[in-house]
């Protein structure tokens, strides 16, 4: 009977022991959020003809600089522009690690179509597409795996092309 009250003891400070040395490995699961914004207006109504918008939109994306073209088909209606790197916070949102937005600079796609559906209206859908890469880290801040995420656009970038557009049908 002396040995049960030490028993006792012994299971109560293992167990305290066993609970500080475990609870200090468990931590909540840092989750990705994904981005809270709708999508931004990506097809205009132009009120001109095909061949007019098609030539005013070659000068529009050549007058941006930065922007260079990939692949383009005159008779399908498709512009692609180089992929380029740009920064998160003024093109788009990538969503939250936690409680912490995602910075640093994503890879923009650019998709452009011109469909003709009159004789004096074109419709341009400029589309974007954003990703970034993010390397998850365990708790000894080594690498566990690397995510491609997808962005959501702000429509800067499209929308910024649509006004070129339109000062060079109108000048």
Known sequence: MLLLPYAKKSFFVWFAVYFILCGGCTYPA?????PEVDFPQTSYYILRDYNTTWNALKRAILGLHTRKIRYINTKKGIILLDEETVPIQTN???GKIGDTPL??????K??????KKGP??????????YS???TWRD???RKVRTQTIPCVSSG???STLYCSLIKHLNP
């Open 92 to 94: 788009c949102d990538c």
């Open 132 to 134: 970034t890469k993010y």
């Open 110 to 115: 650019t998709t452009i179509t011109l469909k």
């Open 156 to 158: 800067r970038f499209e």
């Open 120 to 129: 004096q209206l074109t419709i341009v859908e400029i589309k974007c597409t």
């Open 139 to 141: 708790i000894y801040n």
């Open 103 to 108: 910075t640093g600079s994503v890879k923009r």
């Open 30 to 34: 840092i989750q990705l959020s994904p």
